[in-house]
């Protein structure tokens, strides 16, 4: 039995080495198998197609330049309005706040007193002019007796200079007459502007004085009205020198257009025109002093007002404009635009931006004409990477840009 036993588990022991030695043959067989290239199962590599992006080709044009500068109105004119006589107010002949014109009677003050005083200056000169008939007959007498010397010519001098003394009386009289009827004439105190007028110093029944220091009235003419705007002298002397370069052209000196922006930042609708600049640059500020007009038939525009005007300095005749949306800045805020070349590959460029025009960077360095700008997708290239372009043009983007703030504008009224 032992022996049996024995037996029986030599047996297993054999069987059990034989599965082994089968089961790692087996796995040799697998991994040589999939090491082999010729039974790898086939897989496809899908290419992701090249990203679409918007280009637009840069041409250069025409470009006005314009400014933006602050200032405040004032006014066209101004006249305070004083007594050239004394007297007491007997009437007011105005509304306060109302628009007048030029001669226009606003107060009266009493005339008696200078209505008497033109009939005394009127009566002075009858008496004078009565005065010199007596002294030409007597002058004429004594040339007359003279010749047959019956008075001596001593007489005759004295007639004569008589006559020519009343003949002076006589000027001097018409004088008195001409200055009381001129006073009375300003009893009636007139407008000397068109213009809006302002509040009443003064009520009926008060006593005023000639040439007094207080106004009775202060007139104002609002149309047209002035804007007074400041600009740096350094700014002076970049647009000298681009006027000097060709870089910037300017048919007039001083007669350039200009908008407004008013205080709650609306434009105000009717243009005006710069008149002139000072010569004298302000110590203080550094700054210069311009003066443009503008017509203000409403009245919209105060003497005060503060605004911000939008001076044309010149035309730039061959600018290149970047859309703003294409430009990005880098950490240390220098702008960068991405440029598709002919072979569709992305390439980055660093710019030189003088001034926003618009929705566009007026650009001077870093660009040229003919190469095509990424204005859709930028966030989905980097430089180097191959895209799909597709062009438009600036008049294109505008009007998606208006109609996209329209329809914003009718959801948010809705």
């Known amino acids: 039995m032992r022996e049996l036993q024995s037996t029986q588990d030599g047996l297993m022991t054999g069987m059990i080495a034989r ?24 897989q496809t590599v899908v290419v ?6 918007t280009v637009v080709v840069i041409r250069r044009d025409e470009v006005p330049i314009v400014v933006e500068m602050p200032g405040r109105t004032s006014a066209f004119q101004t006249a305070e309005v004083r007594p050239q006589i004394g007297g007491l107010i007997q009437e007011r ?17 009493d005339p008696a007193p200078y209505q008497a005083s033109l009939n005394s200056a009127e009566a002075a000169l009858a008496r004078a002019k009565a ?8 002058a004429n007498r004594a040339r007359s007796l003279t010749r047959t ?72 003419r609002l149309d047209p009205i002035y804007v007074d705007v400041t600009q740096p002298s350094a700014r002076l002397l970049q647009q000298q020198r681009a006027i000097a370069s060709g870089a910037l052209r300017r048919d ?6 200009a908008r407004l922006i008013l205080e709650d930042g609306s434009e105000y609708p009717r243009p005006g025109q710069l008149q002139f600049s000072e010569v004298i640059v302000d110590r203080g500020t550094g700054s210069f002093t311009l003066r443009a007009i503008f017509p203000n038939p409403e009245g919209t525009l105060m003497p005060g007002m503060f605004v911000r005007a939008r001076v044309e300095e010149g035309v730039a005749d061959r600018a290149l404009l970047v859309r703003q949306q294409a430009v990005m800045r880098t950490p240390r805020g220098e702008a960068s635009a991405f ?17 926003a025009i618009g929705t566009n960077w007026l650009v001077t360095n870093g660009i040229q004409q003919g190469e095509r700008v990424i204005v859709e997708g ?13 062009e438009t043009t600036m008049q294109a983007l505008n009007e998606r840009n208006d109609n996209a703030t329209q329809s914003a504008r009718s959801r948010a009224g809705g």
């Not at 599965?19 to 086939?42: E, H, K, W, Y």
């Not at 005065?131 to 007597?138: P, R």
């Not at 007039?252 to 257009?257: C, I, L, M, N, R």
């Open 339 to 355: 440029v598709v070349n002919a072979q569709g590959v992305v390439e980055a460029r660093m710019l030189t931006t003088e001034r």
């Open 93 to 109: 002949m105005f509304t306060e706040g109302q628009e007048i014109k030029a001669g226009q009677q606003l107060y009266q003050i």
């Open 48 to 53: 992701p197609p090249p990203p679409a992006v």
């Open 19 to 42: 599965i082994r030695a089968c089961v790692t043959f087996a796995g040799l067989l697998t991994l040589a198998a999939c090491d082999d290239p010729q039974n790898a199962p086939s």
């Open 131 to 138: 005065a010199v008939g007596l002294a030409e007959s007597n």
């Open 149 to 220: 010397r019956v008075i001596s010519q001593r007489d005759l001098d004295t007639a004569e200079a008589t006559l020519r003394q009343a003949n002076a009386d006589v000027r001097s009289a018409e004088a008195s007459v001409e200055a009381a009827r001129i006073n009375l004439a300003y009893t009636r105190v007139l407008s000397p502007i068109d213009g809006r007028t302002g509040r009443s110093s003064v009520t009926v029944g008060a006593l005023v004085t000639a040439n007094q220091s207080a106004a009775l009235l202060t007139i104002t």
């Open 252 to 257: 007039t000196a001083d007669q350039a257009p």
């Open 378 to 390: 930028v966030q989905r290239v980097r430089p180097g990477s191959t895209v799909k372009a597709t």
